[in-house]
């Protein structure tokens, strides 16, 4: 693809910039993400990205939320994909569209369908046949609409995104795999350029270096940094020898950044998640943005300029704002290029205060810069630019975190004024519209404002206003002192009339309209939210089993051993494992040791609670808190896939993107044996001699006797092997080696053979296939530390592995039967509610005093409570109230909010309903309160 050639669809790339049917064009691109959003409240969304200045959306689509089972594709209600691409198209807003395969996104998997992972050979996201294969099934099903959408086939779609930020990923054969995928686009039929994004700035990795696939960049920098545009203008340089102009596909929501990427060259500006939304469903991600792991909340709102309520926030008047300057630029601003050789300098701040002046080259003269302040407190600096020093009579002022987009030497035939030149401004310019012989011009101050024209035709002046005028022979200097405004009209030979009109910073935010006049129409800012209480909510509750193994249906029988979910067709939702503990004697168990388990694992034994974890796919021993017997004891897990990773990770097995849920096994520990001192010790130099002092043969009597890690050595990186035998029980049948606190690399050997590494963020390792009962072992370490890191202790348990194991599963709509169910035998009770532990109910809500015409948030206020939160059928959101131990990190919003969009909601006959699991051992989960705020929108576009 020669992306100069490409005007069947009328767009054209080049190293200049972006044309669109000819037109020079900076994209200005919002996410914006129909699957978090109801279908009635697109429009909306749209709208108001379309107010804040915004010319653009990208839109992932999510191959697993149109598949949920393989070969049932859905693309109708909530997912009917040509009609969100119609309404963007009507509202005249351009889409870069990325349907993956794989698309991140903090999305259950990234979006690929967890069918795939049960296949253990197949390589995800790369060359491999047997993908490429189910990838061109759901290519089959979005492409012909993307195809139907394409500019100038009657759509927006201006762009494709082939898969996402490959360069994160151990991709073997990336210049294959992105000319699969590019190969099948060309077959359906798409002609808009084709792009690949670099997540960690490897355009190699990212496109395969793929012929006809452009390369983009994600960016998202620490928005201070004073280095930054050295990095952009490195990509900007890159992506020119490509003949191509640098596309941000994903970076930071703040126009301070934004700002900093436009005069550092980018021509598409795509700050991710503009447009906040709910992981609605089963829908959310596990990943690794915790410490390391952590649940992705229902609330998905990084902070953007649309909340996931859809209140406006002051981000979208920068926004607009920064739409006016680029708008007022024109073409000129769109072909511009960054230039190193300008001329300009600046003093009065440190290039780590504010960083520049950083120049674009305008297309046809002049200058445009910035000058971020990067530091925490207001700087006042001056430009030189040849033998001239800006400002002259007044002070450039920046406050902190602000980065002023101001015009030098820039000709007033960019707007058609023939002769005149804008020498300076310290003010932007946000507005210029010529209509017949007048040409308005509206600038944007902040502080001091000082403005110099250089006009050889001028006749005559008027000034309104605050605006003070010095002239010497044809330069013209307006200034204005701080929070001062003003006008002024300028009388040309010519009969042309221009206008100057200059607002402070706090009156162009509120800039809505400019009309032909240059009358200008002011709107008001929003207020966020005026909260409006629900009125009082009658309750009611139904009572579960303990673990509620009731809520779960389809049984399978698994046999001796445990499977994960995904291989018996089990992809969202809860499930429960039974099982039981038969031993030849009657054993005092001292706990339950789950193996490979993720992701909400709850424990009972004969209908005893003990806790709820979340293991991040490993192994993890749950102690109880008195022995008990191991005869024929019956175990239940309740297992909740919370959410497959949307990110490949190896430091946890759940963070794998093939990373599978449930468990597949359970161990009744029946001894715990310490095994932390009398090792003998070998220290080495290096990490190859394995063969040597693991081997049986090895005679290890001279080795000194000292306890586990605690070898004290003037070498760093230190080397040691730790050896010691011990026997294991003849009544157990299951041995796992732990080692709590390990900071550092073990490996370990059995008997000579080495087993395994042991990953320091799940310390255990199965050793039965090596270990016989009732014969002695023999145990090597190979501990490789750092500086005296500490490496905590060795444990092994001895076990019975849990036998008869059956699986049941619900997923949403089975849940949502089991609550309709329910509600016809709940009790009315009252807030707050209160659990013992390990217990579980059905809470009903009447909502019908709710308003359907209004968006709700509902928070939640209690301890120790996990919520599952239904309206009417649809899962809107999963909540995890604060507990001492059990909840895990949550991330990516906010993690006690519940979204009520207003069309879901009914005149009358509302069905509210919670299942609340009290999740905290030892403590009971209470729910103290359960408020429903009504989202007054100020900026409701109709």
Not at 761 to 789: A, I, K, N, Q, S
Request: charged share 20%; proline share 5%; aromatic share 10%.
């Amino acid at each position: 693809m020669n992306v100069q050639d490409k005007t069947k669809t009328g767009i054209q790339l080049s190293k200049n910039g972006i044309e669109i049917n000819g037109e020079p064009t900076v994209i200005l691109c919002a996410s914006l993400f129909y699957f978090r959003i109801p279908r009635d409240l697109w429009k909306d969304r749209l709208l108001k990205v379309k107010k804040a200045g915004y010319n653009c959306i990208d839109v992932y689509f999510p191959w697993n939320f149109h598949e949920m089972e393989q070969n049932d594709w859905d693309f109708t209600g909530e997912k009917d994909v040509e009609a969100f691409l119609q309404m963007a198209a009507e509202e005249g807003l351009y889409v870069v569209a990325r349907p993956g395969p794989y698309i991140c996104s903090e999305w259950d998997g990234g979006a690929l369908p967890a069918y795939l992972f049960s296949d253990t050979n197949m390589r995800l996201r790369d060359n491999d046949p047997v993908f490429l294969e189910h990838v061109n099934r759901w290519f089959d099903q979005i492409l012909p609409i993307l195809k139907k959408y394409q500019l100038g086939h009657g759509g927006t779609i201006i762009c494709v995104q082939l898969d996402n930020e490959l360069d994160f990923y151990g991709c073997q054969d990336p210049e294959g795999y992105i000319s699969a995928l590019r190969d099948m686009a060309v077959v359906q039929g798409l002609e808009v350029p084709l792009i690949a994004c670099a997540g960690q700035g490897d355009l190699f990795l990212a496109t395969g270096n793929s012929k006809g696939v452009i390369p983009a960049c994600n960016l998202y920098p620490n928005d201070r940094d004073p280095e930054f545009e050295a990095k952009v203008h490195a990509y900007v340089d890159d992506l020119s020898a490509q003949n191509v102009p640098l596309m941000v596909t994903e970076t930071n929501r703040s126009h301070f950044l934004l700002r900093r990427l436009l005069a550092g060259g980018a021509k598409l500006l795509g700050p991710y998640l503009q447009v906040s939304g709910t992981n609605f469903g089963f829908t959310n991600a596990a990943n690794n943005w915790g410490d390391p792991l952590a649940l992705l909340t229902s609330d998905y709102d990084f902070g953007g300029m649309i909340s996931s309520t859809g209140e406006v926030r002051p981000e979208a008047y920068e926004g607009r704002l920064m739409s006016r300057v680029i708008q007022a630029a024109g073409d000129s601003l769109a072909l511009s290029s960054y230039t190193n050789d300008h001329g300009f300098t600046l003093s009065g701040a440190s290039s780590y205060e504010v960083t520049g002046p950083n120049v674009l080259q305008l297309h046809g003269g002049g200058y445009l810069y910035s000058l971020p302040n990067v530091s925490n407190q207001e700087q006042t600096v001056a430009i030189h630019l040849e033998d001239n020093t800006f400002p002259e009579h007044t002070k450039l002022t920046i406050p902190e975190g602000g980065c002023p987009l101001l015009l030098a030497q820039t000709p007033l035939s960019h707007w058609g004024v023939p002769q005149g030149r804008l020498e300076f401004a310290s003010a932007e310019l946000i507005d210029a519209q010529t209509h017949g012989d007048q040409t308005n011009f509206v600038f944007s101050g902040q502080g001091d404002s000082e403005l110099s024209l250089f006009l050889p035709n001028l006749v005559k002046v008027e000034t309104n206003g605050d605006l003070q005028i010095k002239q010497e022979g044809n330069l013209l200097t307006f200034t204005a002192q701080r929070n001062a405004a003003g006008s002024a009209k300028l009388i040309l030979t010519t009969g042309q009339i221009l206008t100057i009109t200059l607002l402070q910073r706090e009156q162009a935010l509120r800039l809505k309209e400019v009309l032909v006049d240059g009358q200008l129409i002011f709107d008001e800012f929003t207020t966020q939210s005026i909260d409006k209480e629900i009125p009082q909510i009658k309750w009611s509750a139904a009572a579960l089993n303990n673990g509620a193994p009731e809520l779960g249906g389809n049984s399978q029988q698994l046999g001796s051993d445990a499977e994960w979910l995904e291989n018996r067709g089990i992809y969202k939702g809860y499930s429960w494992y039974k099982a039981k503990f038969t031993s030849p004697e009657s054993k005092g168990v001292s706990g339950v040791l789950l193996q490979d388990a993720s992701d909400i694992c709850s424990v009972y034994t004969d209908d005893q609670y003990h806790g709820t974890v979340v293991p991040g796919g490993g192994s993890y021993y749950i102690p109880f808190e008195a022995e008990k017997s191991s005869k024929d004891m019956k175990l239940l897990v309740r297992s909740e896939i919370w959410g497959h990773s949307n990110f490949d990770d190896a430091r946890l097995p759940a963070f794998r993107l093939k990373g599978q849920k449930g468990l597949t096994g359970a161990v009744a520990v029946t001894d715990i044996l310490q095994l932390n001192s009398n090792w003998r010790f070998k220290e080495v130099r290096t990490s190859n001699e394995h063969h040597v002092y693991t081997a049986l043969s090895c005679d290890t009597k001279s080795w000194p006797l000292i306890s586990w890690s605690s070898w004290m050595t003037e070498h760093h990186p230190s080397y040691g092997y730790y050896r010691k035998s011990f026997s294991p029980s003849a009544h157990s049948n299951t041995w796992v080696l732990h080692l709590p606190g390990v900071k550092s690399l073990v490996t370990v050997f059995i008997n000579g053979n080495e087993a395994d590494r042991v990953n320091p963020l799940t310390p255990y390792l199965d050793l039965t296939p090596w270990v016989r009962g009732g014969e002695e072992v023999h145990l090597t370490l190979f501990l490789e530390t750092y500086y005296g890191l500490s490496n905590g202790a060795v444990i092994l348990y001895e076990g019975i592995k849990a036998i008869d194991w059956e699986l049941t599963s619900a997923n949403e709509a089975d849940l949502w039967n089991q609550a309709v169910k329910a509600k016809s035998l709940a009790a009315p009770t009252s807030l707050p509610v209160e659990l013992v532990s390990g217990s579980s109910a059905w809470l009903f809500g009447d909502l019908d005093g709710i308003d359907p015409t209004s968006c709700w948030k509902v928070l939640s206020s209690g301890s120790n409570m996990k919520l599952t939160l239904y309206l009417n059928g649809r899962l809107i959101g999963r909540i995890w109230n604060p507990s001492s131990t059990s909840k895990p990190q949550m991330r990516g919003g906010n993690d006690q909010l519940t979204f009520i969009p207003g069309p879901w909601i009914r005149k009358e006959g509302n069905t509210f309903a919670i299942l609340l699991e009290s999740i905290e051992r030892g403590e009971p989960g209470v729910i103290e309160e359960i408020r429903f705020l009504q989202v007054i929108d100020e900026w409701k576009s109709r």
